[in-house]
């Protein structure tokens, strides 16, 4: 789930469940509405007002002032208010993107029409409120000022190039990558996995490459940012502790084999 705090399982899952639900609802809408390409930090409800939007490719970042509350992805639908009815939202986006529009009116033909597709909706947005809640629970019990750096990689664009100096390490949000070491491939970093965490704690160099096998979201994490990571993300943190461990047990086991 693309939050700022650590989410409990039962949350994901809940979100996981969404996702599915989004892919049914793309499939019964297809070839309605009308897509349309934005450009970097278009504000989504004042391109869209009164409007279903799905979100094609890309991902935007939900704020109330200054503050993020959460952030939406490629699949995620979202019902667009009237102008003046956002209650203070804004949804923009870091990059580039693809959305596709379906006026009101137009859903709700749709959704009279095909009893699958109400029976679908209501239960995407059933789970979409319930996620909100929760979240908003989990934001209320502290004031989370962690800002994440999001960067997007086009399928062989390198995120990490071996021999580089190491000042981040990165979180796949979305996608996945290939490592290489010398040119060999040695493993796949996908959806959820943190990587760079060697080079970014030891203050060696890059020990591998690390390509965009599809198109990928990467949230950036930079020694000012791990302080905030540290307290608001702490299941995290302990992933990248003990996947350090097992890295360094593993050099040192290969280590002594050289020997």
Same mark, same amino acid.
């Given at each position: ?6 989410? =409990?399982?039962?949350?994901? $899952? ?13 499939? /019964? ?18 391109? /869209? ?5 799905? +979100?094609?490719?890309?991902? !935007? %970042? ?12 490629? #699949? ?15 949804? *923009? ?10 006026? $009101? ?13 109400? /029976? ?18 989990? &934001? ?9 750096? +999001?960067?997007? &990689?086009? =399928? #062989? ?7 580089? =100096?190491?000042?981040?390490? &990165? ?11 010398? #040119? ?10 943190? !990587? ?12 591998? *490459?690390? *390509?965009?096998?599809? =198109?990928?979201?990467?949230?950036? +994490?930079?020694?000012?940012? !791990? ?5 608001? %993300? ?22 002594? #084999?050289?020997?």
């Amino acid at each position: 789930m693309l939050t700022l705090m650590d989410t =409990p399982p039962f949350l994901e $899952n809940m979100e996981r469940l969404a996702k599915q639900l989004a892919q049914a609802l793309a499939a /019964a809408l297809s070839g309605k509405g009308k897509a349309q390409m934005l450009t970097k930090e278009s504000e989504l409800l004042a391109v /869209a007002p009164n409007s279903l939007i799905h +979100i094609r490719n890309g991902i !935007f %970042r939900c704020q109330h002032g200054e503050k993020t509350v959460r952030l939406y992805s490629t #699949g995620d639908f979202l019902l667009s208010p009237a102008p003046g009815e956002d209650g203070g939202l804004r949804i *923009t986006s870091e990059f580039g993107s693809e959305i596709s529009l379906l006026g $009101n009116d137009e859903f709700l033909v749709a959704l009279s029409a095909d009893r699958k597709l109400l /029976a679908d909706w209501i239960a995407y947005q059933n789970l979409e409120t319930r996620i909100g809640h929760l979240l908003c629970s989990l &934001y209320i019990a502290d004031e989370v000022k962690h800002t994440p750096e +999001i960067r997007q &990689y086009d =399928p #062989g664009e390198v995120i990490i190039r071996e021999e580089d =100096p190491s000042q981040e390490v &990165y979180e796949m949000l979305q996608g996945s990558a290939t490592v290489t070491v010398r #040119g060999f491939s040695l493993s796949t970093i996908g959806s959820g996995e943190v !990587f760079g965490e060697l080079s970014f704690f030891t203050g060696l160099k890059r020990t591998a *490459t690390v *390509t965009a096998e599809e =198109p990928c979201l990467v949230q950036i +994490i930079d020694q000012k940012q !791990f302080v905030r990571v540290m307290k608001y %993300r702490p299941v995290l943190v302990e992933g990248m502790i003990r996947t350090l461990c097992h890295r360094l047990v593993d050099l040192n086991v290969k280590f002594s #084999g050289s020997r």
